[in-house]
């Protein structure tokens, strides 16, 4: 049985990266700023989201090319390296920003344009609910 429901190894890391990011994300949100647990899941969710930006790079469209979603995942590539930076430097307000952003741009709204019909997830999606 195909478990992987015909999506390749990269595109599977890089779906349970962004779906982890999310959980850790909202987490790091959610509680206590400044603490140890926050530096250590922060770290993790820094991780995750090098992992997803990283691995869309091996991921193409039909056509062989990239798209304008490769754009940011070079910004998330060089502003999560920055944004820890920021947060060692003591400049915590920028690096709130900053980690704040890429968790709504990059992973919220980028999720949600997964979701159009002419997209891996999208097409699924929509498919399974009998609309394309």
Do not use: E
């Not at 915590?92 to 997830?121: K, Q």
């Amino acid at each position: 049985m195909d478990t992987n429901f015909g999506f390749s190894p990269v595109v599977l890391i890089h779906m349970w990266a962004a779906f982890a990011a999310i959980g850790i994300g909202a987490l790091v949100f959610l509680r206590r700023k400044g603490t140890a647990t926050h530096g250590w899941l922060g770290r993790g969710w820094a991780l995750l989201m090098l992992v997803v930006a990283v691995s869309s790079f091996w991921i193409t469209g039909k056509d062989g090319l990239y798209s304008w979603i490769h754009g940011l995942s070079v910004f998330v590539t060089l502003a999560i390296p920055y944004a820890v930076y920021l947060a060692i430097r003591g400049n915590i307000s920028h690096h709130r920003r900053l980690m704040s952003g890429l968790y709504i741009g990059a992973l919220v709204v980028a999720g949600l344009f997964t979701l159009l019909p002419d997209r891996l997830l999208g097409a699924m999606l929509w498919k399974s609910l009998g609309f394309i």
